[in-house]
Nanobody, 116 residues
Framework: QVQLVESGGGLVQPGGSLRLSCAAS????????MGWYRQAPGKRREWVAF???????TYADSVKGRFTSSRDNAPNTLYLQMNNLKPEDTAVYYC??????????WGQGTQVTVSS
């Protein structure tokens, strides 16, 4: 049974940092690349970063140089370190396998709000 539980979001000022965590069930985490996605109000869900089972990460241009993703295989946890946050980073952040569609199971996400 797939379980994805995101945490770590909050309200932060521009230029601040947050670290998101995602606890994932073993069946999805250990065998597939995992990624972070986000959805801002009125916008489509977009991919932010993905990380292979070996730990190699790739980032969307909008977050490159500011966000860093990592994974800990014991326990099955995915992380997203977000630095130099901007108002346009405001969104609900989700983790999931890569690729994932809206028809797949999704967790509840964690809200990130960047505002002064």
């Amino acid at each position: 049974q797939v379980q994805l539980v995101e945490s770590g979001g909050g309200l932060v000022q521009p230029g601040g940092s947050l670290r998101l965590s995602c606890a994932a069930s073993g069946s999805i985490f250990s065998t597939q690349p995992m990624g972070w996605y986000r959805q801002a109000p009125g916008k489509r869900r977009e991919w932010v970063a993905f990380i292979t089972t070996g730990g190699s990460a790739t980032y969307a241009d909008s977050v490159k140089g500011r966000f860093t993703s990592s994974r800990d295989n014991a326990p099955n946890t995915l992380y997203l370190q977000m630095n130099n946050l901007k108002p346009e980073d405001t969104a609900v952040y989700y983790c999931n396998k890569v690729p994932a569609t809206l028809a797949d199971y999704w967790g509840q996400g964690t809200q990130v709000t960047v505002s002064s």
